[in-house]
């Protein structure tokens, strides 16, 4: 089974710097997806930004973006330039496409990283 | 309709009651998922459908909890006989299902969730 883990369960950065939220996974697959949500106090989740594994290039995303190492199952997100509506939990989700309806296409979820920016 | 919408936002029930929760996918959407998160903490997955396939039931923590998912449209998340431990809010998300041979989903959006309170 595939699991995900963020081994930061609270981080802080001041307003206008850079900070990373990281993120490390399992699987035994070649090619699956990864996700990075956010979610703020309002409960809603909110897609950050999404990274397919045949894709090499790091995606980005505006102030977003993440480093994505395969051989090392990492995958992991810079915030820069750090707003105060950045402040939210922030979660990093696997799904694996697999090549049948019985075992691909679930969402897993890491445990999530709280990330508060301080004015 | 635009998003993904949950019903009730808030329910308060006593212990032993049961309880239905609506969740309306983004039309077209042919996966939905439900999740419960419980206070500051990260996604525990429940239940899964995706188009006619059979559902993935690996995350339902008892034979209490249980799901439905008519005409391929509206999901219900009914729990039996509550306890105080299923107080949590419960997501509902749906995503397009690209198809294919390594077809897969595209990202989740999520409602806004239903703050369930057993008391």
């Known amino acids: 089974a595939q699991t995900v883990t963020q081994s930061q369960p609270e981080m802080s950065v001041q307003e206008a710097e850079t900070v990373t939220l990281s993120c490390t996974y399992d699987?035994?697959?070649?090619?699956?997806?990864l996700f990075w949500y956010k979610q703020p106090p309002s409960r809603q989740m909110i897609l950050v930004i999404r990274q397919e594994a045949y894709k090499q290039q790091n995606a980005t995303e505006n102030r977003f973006s993440v480093n994505f190492q395969k051989a090392a199952k990492s995958f992991s997100l810079k915030i820069s330039d750090s707003q105060l509506g950045d402040t939210a939990m922030y979660f990093c989700a696997f799904m694996n496409p697999g090549v049948s309806m019985e075992y691909g296409n679930k969402l897993v979820f890491g445990a999530g990283t709280i990330l508060r920016v301080k004015s | 309709g635009a998003g993904v919408s949950q019903s009730p936002s808030n329910k308060v029930t006593e212990k032993g009651k049961d309880v239905e929760l609506r969740c309306d996918p983004i039309?077209?959407?042919?996966?939905l998922y439900w999740y419960r998160q419980s206070l500051g903490q990260g996604l525990e997955f429940l239940i899964y459908?995706?188009?006619?396939?059979?559902?993935?039931k690996s995350g339902l923590p008892s034979d209490r909890f249980s799901a439905e998912r008519t005409g391929g449209s509206v999901s219900t998340l009914t729990i039996q006989r509550t306890q105080q431990e299923d107080s949590a809010v419960y997501l509902c998300?749906?995503?397009?299902?690209?198809?294919?041979?390594?077809?897969?989903?595209?990202?989740?959006?999520f409602g806004q969730g239903t703050r369930l309170t057993v008391v």
């Open positions: 459908f995706q188009g006619n396939s059979a559902p993935d």
């Open positions: 039309s077209g959407h042919t996966a």
């Open positions: 998300a749906s995503s397009f299902y690209r198809g294919g041979y390594r077809g897969a989903n595209t990202e989740a959006f």
């Open positions: 699987t035994s697959e070649n090619n699956y997806y």
